[in-house]
């Protein structure tokens, strides 16, 4: 299957309401190499990149949730709250 970008950070936008909810800034970056997706979150000064493979990214497109990036996501938003 292959993963178009802008599904996949539609997906992720929905499954994952914090991004928008807490504004967020998402961007995806493919790397064939290791068969993943980079995935780039931003909010101000604060950034954080991480990797979800490309079956993952697949399995997200069909409703699965991938529970490392929703706790990457969830210690960002925690982090940045804290140094605000």
């Not at 490309?54 to 210690?75: F, N, P």
Request: charged share 20%; aromatic share 8%.
């Amino acid at each position: 299957m292959s993963v178009n970008p802008e599904a996949l950070a539609t997906k992720l936008r929905q499954m994952y309401p914090e991004i928008g909810s807490h504004g967020l800034g998402l961007s995806l970056d493919f790397d064939a190499a290791g068969d993943e997706w980079m995935v780039h979150l931003s909010k101000g000064k604060h950034k954080l990149s991480t990797h979800l493979g490309g079956k993952d990214a697949e399995a997200c497109l069909q409703g699965t949730q991938c529970i490392y990036l929703g706790v990457q996501i969830a210690q960002f938003v925690e982090n940045f709250e804290a140094g605000e």
